[in-house]
């Protein structure tokens, strides 16, 4: 008798536990959809990445590949190499494979509104970040995580205009802009030249693509160089053109951020040595930190949260002293 109820015990205690164990497994499954630790659905996000054209842009792929790690989300991640195309195809292929979230750094800013809609109807929800599109339809994309494009051309032009103010006769001014029809190279030439309107001094007496790499930056100075016997200042796009330049304007003979004064804009590591060591004037800051937050969007997005449509990265500007100042902790 005593041997029964022992054997009815130990079956009963035994059933608890294996009931408990299913509602716990449940209950895992339930939080894998918004990609809690521990569940068996992560959330999927496909990334097409303009390419690595740049310093910024390696960091920027970096923080997008550590948070995504970092955050429990799967990362389908393609590398556009500069075209338009690669991209399209790139988010199609997300629609194909029915990811979660899609989310994009658009080459240039316009031709999205087909392949924005294909994705809108396949109920993909989609994040623009660091660049954006000039589509009419907001509704095609959740919302847009980046900088403040046209503030960093126009603090670009606002220190050169403080910084001439004692000068007599005309400052001419070069510029080398970053890709052809993206949001960066469109927005930094527009707040550039507002800032410098109101002073007819500084000229702009030639502009050109160097395509936001230092090869482009280099063989466009070159160019810039010939054309022009008296350059007195150059806006570069990014570090990167810049950085390209120097080697340019050393070769030609001349003494960089002193015989030519060097504005750039992202504050990536080299672009900070550059300004430390004298060669650079003023850069104002384009951070690629940009992963953490893209993250979060994601989770909330995916989740079906409303999120705000525009949302700015914080940034700084920094002088020759500021920058030996931030160099040792620079992290990219
Ligand atoms: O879109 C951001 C810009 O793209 C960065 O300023 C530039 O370095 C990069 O290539």
């Not at 195309?85 to 997300?94: D, L, V």
């Not at 909330?300 to 020759?320: H, M």
Request: net charge negative; aromatic share 6%; hydrophobic share 40%.
């Amino acid at each position: 008798m005593r041997t029964r109820r022992t054997a009815r015990n130990v079956i009963a205690v035994f059933a608890a536990a294996l009931l408990a164990g299913s509602v716990a497994a449940c209950g895992n499954s339930d939080t894998g959809g918004s990609g809690g630790e521990g569940g068996d659905k992560k959330i999927v996000m496909g990334f097409s990445q303009v390419g690595a054209e740049s310093g910024w842009r390696t960091a920027n792929t970096t923080s997008i590949k550590e948070a995504a790690a970092e955050a429990g989300i799967e990362l389908k991640f393609d590398d556009a190499q500069q075209k338009q195309e690669n991209q399209i195809k790139a988010i199609r292929n997300f629609i194909q494979q029915k990811v979660d979230v899609i989310a994009f750094s658009p080459v240039v800013e316009s031709g999205w509104d087909t392949v924005l809609k294909e994705a809108k109807d396949a109920k993909i929800p989609v994040i623009l970040t660091d660049r954006a599109v000039d589509s009419a339809d907001k509704s095609l994309y959740k919302t847009f995580l980046g900088s403040d494009f046209v503030k960093e051309g126009r603090l670009s032009g606002e220190w050169l205009v403080e910084n001439t103010k004692d000068a007599t006769g005309p400052v001419n001014i070069v510029e080398l802009q970053g890709t052809t029809g993206s949001a960066p190279a469109n927005d930094r030439k527009k707040g550039f030249a507002e800032a410098i309107a109101a002073n007819p001094n500084l000229k702009i007496v030639a502009s050109q693509s160097g395509d936001f790499t230092r090869a482009g930056g280099k063989q466009v100075m070159e160019q810039f160089l010939k054309a022009n016997p008296k350059i007195d200042v150059l806006f570069a796009h990014n570090d990167d053109m810049g950085l390209g330049a120097l080697e340019a304007i050393t070769a030609a003979g001349k003494v960089p951020g002193k015989d030519i004064t060097i504005i750039t804009i992202d504050a990536v590591k080299d672009g900070m040595q550059a300004l430390a060591d004298g060669k650079f004037n003023f850069i104002a800051e384009c951070s690629p930190l940009l992963g953490p937050q893209l993250m979060d969007l994601a989770k909330k997005v995916t989740a079906g949260e409303e999120v705000q449509p525009r949302i700015e990265t914080e940034e700084t500007t920094f002088t020759q002293e500021q920058a030996k100042e931030a160099l040792p902790n620079r992290k990219y």
